[in-house]
């Protein structure tokens, strides 16, 4: 089970439940990486300009992207959950859930990409929950054999959730 700490910055309307629509997500993605706790993931909502300046402050890449992922656990390979096993920080202290992490999102480029790889904005924004999610476990896609394991897992979550092209 995960908690979707939800906050939306931005007035543009996705038309979707964001919060509902990320836990579908956010669960499978857990089903599938076999997380043995309870987890927890702060998701924000937000436009260019805030997320172009996070981008900015915290990558040193200024300009806007469509999501940002700010893992809490230091994976050294993807869902090894030995990081976490004997530190207690890595838990939220009230609820006893693992602290997985942050994702923000920009609004408008969920808008932008749906239109320019032309399908449904729910199909794009479950894309991005699950892209981030995958980064919040630990995934990456900087090399070659990362990225062909990172698009396998999407892949497979999207299936699992049943939102396809």
């Known amino acids: 089970m995960v908690t979707i700490e939800y906050e939306c910055e931005t007035d543009f309307d996705l038309g979707l439940d964001c919060p509902a629509l990320a836990k579908i997500v956010a669960e499978k993605v857990l089903d599938m990486e076999k997380c043995p706790w309870d987890a927890q993931v702060n998701l924000v909502l937000t436009d260019n300009e805030e997320i172009k300046r996070v981008n900015t402050e915290f990558r040193g890449i200024e300009r806007a992207t469509e999501v940002l992922s700010f893992p809490m656990l230091p994976f050294e390979t993807p869902a090894d959950y030995s990081v976490a096993e004997d530190d207690e920080s890595?838990?939220?202290?009230?609820?006893?859930?693992?602290?997985?992490?942050?994702?923000?999102?920009?609004?408008?480029?969920?808008?932008?990409?749906?239109?320019?790889?032309g399908h449904s904005l729910l199909r794009e924004y479950a894309f991005l929950i699950a892209h981030s999610m995958l980064h919040l476990f630990g995934y990456d896609h900087m090399e070659e054999v990362e990225r062909k394991e990172m698009e396998m897992h999407q892949k497979k979550i999207m299936e699992l959730v049943n939102i396809t092209r």
């Open 90 to 117: 890595c838990f939220d202290l009230d609820s006893g859930e693992l602290l997985l992490g942050d994702i923000m999102i920009s609004v408008p480029k969920v808008f932008a990409q749906a239109e320019e790889y």
